[in-house]
C-alpha cells in the first residue's frame, strides 16, 4: 500500500482484509474461546441465558453492545486496529490502547504487515522497559481492623524487576486494585462498598510505598508468594495491566474486590487457570490465597516480611526487665548513654537498648505519636550512639508463623449442635459465609481480631416452641489489641443484627439491634508471650421492634472478660456484660457465662457454651454442645 496507492482502493483493500479476518475470527470461534472471555472480563449471567462484562467504564468496549455481544466486541476491536490515529501523550491508537487483545488476536490470526501495519506502542514499550520484569508475587498483608477497606486482608501483585534480589524487591512496582475513595467513616465505606458505590481501578506504584503503609503505618506482617509465571505469561499481564489503566468497575467489598481482580489478572497471564469460579458470592483474600497456592506449579516459593510493631515485640520479648526499662526513656528523649543504668551494662545489652529504642521511635513516628519536639534529632542521635558502641546484640529474627495465612481454618463455617435452654431441649444449626470469630482455631488468622459476616444460628425447640430463627448477624466486629508501657491501641466492637429479647409477658419477639463500643485490654501477667487476654468495653446499645415499648429501647453498660489458652488446641472466654436500657423499653438486662472451644483438625472444632442471661426479671440458664467444620 503506501503512499503508491490511491485513498480509495486502500479503504477498500483495507475493508476486505478486515471481512477476511472477522470470517476467520467466526470459523475459529474466537469470541468463545476462554482467552477472549478473560480479556473482556466476561461471566455467566445469574439468571438470563448469555454473558456480560464485570468492567464498567464504556471506553473499555469498542461496539455499542459490546459489554454483553462477545462477538461484536471482538468485531469491532479488529476494525479498530485498522485506525491511522497517531500515538501522542494523550492519544493512543487502539492496537497500543488494548495491547492485549491485539496481541493474542494477531496471535490467532497471524496478522499480515502489508495489510495492517503495526503500530511502535512507544508509550508502552518504555513503561514495560521501566518495569524491566522478570517475575510476578502475590502479596498478602494481613488485616487490619482500623482501616475498613482492609478488615479482613488485601492482596497486591509485585513485578520483579531482572536486576533485583531479596535485598532489593523494596524498590520494585506493585500493581494495586482498590476502591477509588478517600472516604475514612467505616460505616460509609461499608455501605457504598456493599451497594458498589466506589469505582474500583488498578494503579501501579512503588513497592516500598505500599511496604510503609502496611509494615509502618498499619503494623500489619506481609506475606510474599512468588509466582512461576513464563516471560511470556508475564508480558500477557502486564500488556492486560496497561490496557486497564484508565478502566474503572463496580468496587463491591464482598465479591468483586481486590483480590478477585487479581485473580482475573493471573487468569489472562495463563487461561487454563481456573481461580475465579468459586468466588461467585464473596472473595476473601486469605481465601483467593488459598486458591493460587493450590494451583500445581504455580507457587515458587514463600517470604514473610514481619511489621516494625511484630520486630519491636520480638525484640523486647528476648531483652531483660534492665534492658526493656530503658526502651521508653531513650525512645522518648529522656535518657542518655551516660546514665548509670545504661553504663552499666555490657555492651551487648547496650546495642540492643539502642537498636530496639531506635525501631520504637520509628514506630512512634511513623504512627503520628512524635515523642519529642524534633524525632528526626532523636533519632539520628541514637544511630550516632549505636555506632559508638561496641559489639553485636546478635538478637534471633522474627521467627516465620508456623502458620500461613492461607493455611488457617475455612472462612466459611457450619455447626450443629443440641443443648437445653430454659428448661427446654433444642437442636441449633448455625451457618456463617464468612470469616473468624475469636473462637475460632486462631491459626493462621490476627490474633484478637474477630470479623463475621451473617452469621445465622436457627433452632428447633422441644415443648411446642418449634423451629425459629435464634439469631441473624449480617455483621460482627471485635479487635481486642492488648496494651502495654510500649503499645496503647484501642480495643472496639460493633454489632449489627437480630436477636431474641424476652419481654415481660414471656415473649421473645426477633429484635434488631445495634451495638458498639470502645474498650481496654491487656495480657495477664502483663509480658508479651501471655496466653491470657482480658479486656473491658464500655457498650450501648440500640435495639427496634415494634413490641417494645416506645417501639425502642436505647441502653448502656460494661461488659468484662478473658480469653485463655489452655493449649493450642483449647481456648476458653469467661465474660460478663450487662446493659441498662434508660429509654424506651426500660429494663436492666445482664449476661455472665463461659465458651469453651477445642480443636480437633484445622477445619473442625468442638465448642461448649454455657449462660446465664436476665431479661425482664426474667433469669435462664443455657447449655450448648455443637460441632462446627471450616470449609
Known amino acids: 500500500m503506501g503512499f503508491l496507492c490511491l485513498v480509495a482502493p486502500c479503504v477498500a483493500q483495507a475493508a476486505g482484509y478486515l471481512d477476511e479476518l472477522i470470517g476467520r475470527s467466526r470459523e475459529l470461534r474466537l469470541s468463545e474461546r476462554r482467552e477472549w472471555r478473560r480479556l473482556m472480563h466476561y461471566t455467566d449471567n445469574l439468571i438470563t441465558p448469555g454473558v456480560h462484562s464485570l468492567a ?37 491508537n487502539p492496537q497500543c490502547a488494548f495491547i492485549a487483545r491485539y496481541s493474542w488476536l494477531d496471535r490467532e490470526l497471524s496478522f499480515d504487515p502489508a495489510h495492517l501495519p503495526r503500530q511502535p506502542c512507544k508509550r508502552f514499550r518504555e513503561w514495560r522497559e521501566t518495569l524491566n520484569p522478570q517475575g510476578i508475587t502475590l502479596i498478602f498483608p494481613a488485616a487490619f481492623l482500623n482501616n475498613p477497606s482492609s478488615m479482613y486482608g488485601h492482596t497486591l501483585l509485585r513485578i520483579d524487576a531482572r536486576d533485583q534480589n531479596e535485598k532489593t524487591r523494596l524498590l520494585a512496582y506493585a500493581i494495586n486494585y482498590a476502591a477509588n475513595t478517600n472516604e475514612t467513616n467505616g460505616i460509609a465505606f461499608a455501605i457504598n462498598g456493599l451497594l458498589g458505590g466506589y469505582p474500583g481501578m488498578f494503579s501501579i506504584m512503588p513497592y516500598y510505598l505500599k511496604v510503609r503503609e502496611y509494615n509502618d503505618m498499619e503494623n500489619r506482617d506481609v506475606w510474599e508468594y512468588e509466582l512461576d509465571l513464563s516471560p511470556e ?146 533519632a539520628r542521635n541514637l544511630l550516632l550512639e549505636r555506632s559508638r558502641v561496641g559489639g553485636s546484640a546478635n538478637d534471633p529474627p522474627v521467627p516465620v508463623p508456623p502458620v500461613r495465612h492461607d493455611q488457617g481454618h475455612g472462612t466459611s463455617r457450619a455447626g450443629i449442635g443440641g443443648g437445653r435452654r ?18 475460632d482455631p486462631e491459626a493462621g488468622y490476627v490474633p484478637g481480631a474477630q470479623t463475621e459476616f451473617f452469621d445465622l444460628a436457627v433452632r428447633d425447640y422441644s415443648g411446642g416452641v418449634g423451629s425459629r430463627v435464634e439469631e441473624f448477624t449480617p455483621l460482627r466486629i471485635v479487635s481486642i489489641a492488648p496494651r502495654n508501657e510500649f503499645f496503647q491501641p484501642l480495643s472496639w466492637k460493633i454489632d449489627v443484627g437480630w436477636n431474641r429479647r424476652r419481654l415481660a409477658n414471656g415473649a421473645e419477639p426477633l429484635v434488631f439491634g445495634m451495638s458498639g463500643g470502645a474498650g481496654l485490654a491487656w ?91 436476665h431479661e425482664e426479671k426474667q433469669s435462664w440458664n443455657t447449655v450448648l454442645l455443637s460441632l462446627h467444620h471450616y470449609f
Not at 58 to 81: H, I
Not at 540 to 545: E, F, G, I, K, V
Open 56 to 92: 464498567d467504564a464504556r471506553r473499555f468496549f469498542l461496539a455499542p453492545d459490546g459489554k454483553t455481544n462477545p462477538q461484536s466486541e471482538l468485531e469491532a476491536t479488529l476494525a479498530a486496529f485498522f485506525s491511522e490515529v497517531q500515538e501522542t501523550q494523550e492519544t493512543q
Open 233 to 378: 505469561e508475564i508480558d500477557r499481564l502486564l500488556m492486560h495491566t496497561w490496557e486497564l489503566g484508565p478502566i474503572y468497575f463496580d468496587y463491591y467489598f464482598f465479591d468483586e474486590n481486590c483480590s478477585y481482580y487479581l485473580l482475573e489478572l493471573l487468569e489472562v497471564a495463563r487461561p487454563d487457570l481456573d481461580l475465579t469460579s468459586d468466588f461467585r458470592w464473596w472473595a476473601i483474600p486469605s481465601d483467593t490465597v488459598r486458591v493460587v497456592v493450590k494451583q500445581k506449579g504455580l507457587l515458587k516459593g514463600t517470604v514473610y516480611r514481619p511489621s516494625n510493631a511484630t520486630v519491636i515485640h520480638h525484640r523486647l520479648g528476648l531483652m531483660s526487665p534492665e534492658e526493656r526499662a530503658l526502651v521508653n526513656p531513650f525512645a522518648r528523649g529522656r535518657a542518655t548513654t551516660s546514665d548509670v543504668a545504661f553504663t552499666g551494662l555490657p555492651a551487648e545489652s547496650q546495642a540492643r537498648v539502642l537498636e530496639v529504642s531506635y525501631d520504637y521511635l520509628s514506630y512512634l513516628r511513623a504512627s503520628g505519636k512524635n515523642p519529642v519536639e524534633h524525632p528526626e534529632e532523636l
Open 422 to 439: 430454659d428448661g427446654l431441649n433444642f437442636v441449633e444449626l448455625r451457618a456463617r459465609p464468612a470469616y473468624h470469630n475469636l473462637m
Open 523 to 613: 495480657t495477664v501477667p502483663d509480658t508479651l508471650r501471655s496466653k491470657t487476654m482480658v479486656y473491658a468495653f464500655l457498650e450501648s446499645t440500640l435495639q427496634a421492634n415494634t413490641r417494645l415499648e416506645n417501639n425502642y429501647a436505647l441502653g448502656i453498660g460494661p461488659s468484662l472478660g478473658a480469653l485463655v489458652d489452655l493449649s493450642g488446641r483449647w481456648r476458653a472466654e469467661v465474660y460478663v456484660s450487662e446493659q441498662s436500657f434508660l429509654a424506651g423499653d426500660t429494663d436492666t438486662a445482664w449476661t455472665a457465662g463461659l465458651r469453651q472451644r477445642y480443636t480437633l483438625d484445622r477445619d473442625w472444632a468442638l465448642r461448649l457454651d454455657i449462660s446465664r442471661e
